[in-house]
């Protein structure tokens, strides 16, 4: 009989850390130090652990698979089953060795990264007669989920006597930002310092993994939100997107399970692991590509605005390094960068086999919103887009569809994004939004190509461009319902809106169809969207043209 030890690491608490901010530095800081925290700082306290013992420790790098010694062959302190998806696994000799490494680690996120809540599950495995596939599931499912729950909150020591507070924590101030990189001088706690000791090294790690070496970079990457872009007398908007693949985790339970042994299930998660992650930061590179290609001559992206200051690209992710994407840009890219993102994504090669699927949530605000509220938002938007996937499934059976929603927030947010959805978009005919969108589909007219196609129509068809009031009279009357949109089109003395492919006719003589408004969402959408990829738009437009004749 083998014995050994599971540990499972996750942190708790991250969103609040990472976007709890306005100030971009310390969401770009934070999301740096949580990535590290279960990552490299993991593998650091492997070989702390291993020099303290004088014992080998394993630690699985994916570009440099090792051969034996395995912990199962009983002369290895540790090894690293592998570290992504929020998620650390770690095999141990034993308990006393696995309580060792989390404290090492503990000790050194509490120096380095104070405010990230570490949590640790342990669970004793025999090798021979136990599934480590089962183990690891039960634990992150029972155990892990428990202690998060059941875990006290830490009470931090506030100021004793006279004292200052952190403008971002509340906390008791240490230090002036300026001291830290950062041009705006403003008092910090000790886990904002650390957030802001990291940007440096976080930007140099998001420059090397977007873009090619060898390749003069001509723009920088924001540091701050007002670097991604105005346009001179206009308001600024952002753009938050959050991404996320579908039944990820439902996913690694399956293909684990069609391991033949434990050694196997190891190497299995392994190669999937690596390989979404590989997928998520291609379909990212892909995205940074087409930002910067859409930058002319005279720096401005598609002709549309200029970057700020010339130097800064309208792109910056925030989390990324898996199927989770997070990232923010300027407020007319959010949409057209979503889609780009996804239909990367879903090209990229997974272990298992089985094609990749994502759904995406764009929050529109403008550019000094309180950032932590509109990232809640798209997170909501991406479980709308996956609920619409769901629904989806069951009627056509389709195993990777992916979608997108998405809100265009021109004033404020109040309530969740269902609340808004019933106060602003729910009248007497039915549903205004065509949102979500499948990002394609041949059987379901809401779909992204159908969407961006329609923008394309209101602002290039000669029956509409130029005219903003005449569309803006069509968007009141669509709010009115299909009697008023008809009574519209024969004032105007038009023969019908432009098609919708997959739809029912009476969309074009009415404006609705199926309880859903086919034309709302693009008149609304036409000022916060820039086709990065007009070709394929064009294509998609010919194509619904032939269909016509």
Not at 74 to 99: H, P, R
Not at 311 to 319: D, I, S
Request: aromatic share 8%.
């Amino acid at each position: 009989m083998r014995n050994c030890v599971v540990t499972v690491l996750d942190t708790t608490g991250i969103q609040s850390y990472i976007f709890g901010s306005n100030r971009l530095r310390e969401n770009i800081g934070g999301s740096y130090l949580v990535d590290r925290a279960t990552d490299e700082w993991a593998k650091w306290a492997l070989r702390e652990l291993g020099q303290k013992l004088n014992q080998t420790i394993h630690i699985y790098d994916p570009d440099r698979p090792a051969d034996r010694p395995y912990i199962e062959d009983g002369e290895l302190a540790a090894e690293l089953v592998y570290a992504g998806g929020g998620n650390t696994v770690l095999l141990f000799q034993s308990l006393d060795i696995a309580k060792q490494f989390t404290r090492i680690l503990s000790k050194r996120i509490l120096a380095d990264a104070p405010g990230i809540n570490l949590v640790a599950a342990h669970q004793p495995f025999d090798w021979d007669n136990e599934s480590l596939c089962k183990v690891i599931q039960d634990l992150i499912k029972n155990q892990l989920d428990r202690q998060k729950r059941e875990r006290i909150s830490s009470s931090p020591l506030l100021g004793l006597g006279i004292t200052a507070a952190c403008q971002s924590t509340q906390l008791v101030a240490v230090d002036m930002s300026d001291n830290h990189g950062c041009p705006m001088p403003y008092l910090v706690s000790g886990e904002i310092v650390a957030k802001l000791d990291a940007v440096k090294a976080a930007n140099d790690k998001l420059d090397d993994t977007l873009f090619d070496r060898k390749l003069p970079k001509k723009y920088k990457i924001a540091l701050d939100f007002d670097d991604f872009g105005r346009s001179f007398g206009e308001n600024s908007y952002l753009a938050i997107v959050h991404a996320d693949g579908n039944n990820m985790g439902d996913r690694f339970q399956e293909h684990g399970k069609k391991a033949k042994s434990n050694r196997d299930y190891i190497t299995a998660m392994r190669e999937l692991s690596d390989s979404v992650r590989r997928a998520g930061l291609t379909a990212l590179k892909e995205v940074a590509n087409a930002v910067v290609n859409s930058i002319d001559s005279d720096d401005k992206v598609k002709g549309k605005f200029t970057i700020k200051d010339k130097k800064y690209l309208p792109f910056r992710p925030l989390v990324y390094g898996g199927d989770d994407v997070t990232f923010v840009c300027d407020g007319r890219l959010g949409l057209e960068l979503a889609a780009i993102y996804l239909n990367s994504f879903k090209d990229q090669p997974a272990a298992d086999g089985k094609p990749l699927s994502a759904c995406a949530g764009i929050c529109v605000v403008k550019a000094h919103y309180p950032f932590a509220r509109a990232y809640e938002l798209s997170e909501q938007l991406c479980k709308s887009a996956k609920k619409f996937v769901r629904e989806q499934k069951e009627e056509w059976g389709d195993e990777d569809l992916s979608a997108l929603d998405w809100h265009l927030a021109a004033s404020g947010l109040f309530g969740s994004i269902g609340e808004i959805r019933q106060r602003e978009y729910q009248v007497t005919e039915g549903d205004l939004t065509m949102r979500p969108v499948l990002l394609e589909h041949d059987y379901q007219w809401r779909n992204w190509p159908n969407f961006s196609s329609l923008i394309q129509t209101f602002n290039k068809n000669e029956d509409w461009k130029g005219r903003r009031n005449k569309v803006i009279a069509l968007r009141e009357k669509l709010r009115e319902g299909s009697q008023a949109t008809i009574q519209f089109l024969k004032a105007y003395s038009i023969k019908n809106l432009p098609q919708i492919q997959e739809a029912a006719d009476e969309v074009q003589d009415c404006g609705w169809t199926e309880g859903h408004c086919g034309y709302f969402d693009a008149i609304e959408a036409m000022e916060f969207y820039i086709s990065l990829n007009e070709e394929k738009s064009n294509e998609h437009l010919s194509s619904k043209n032939q269909a016509i004749k």
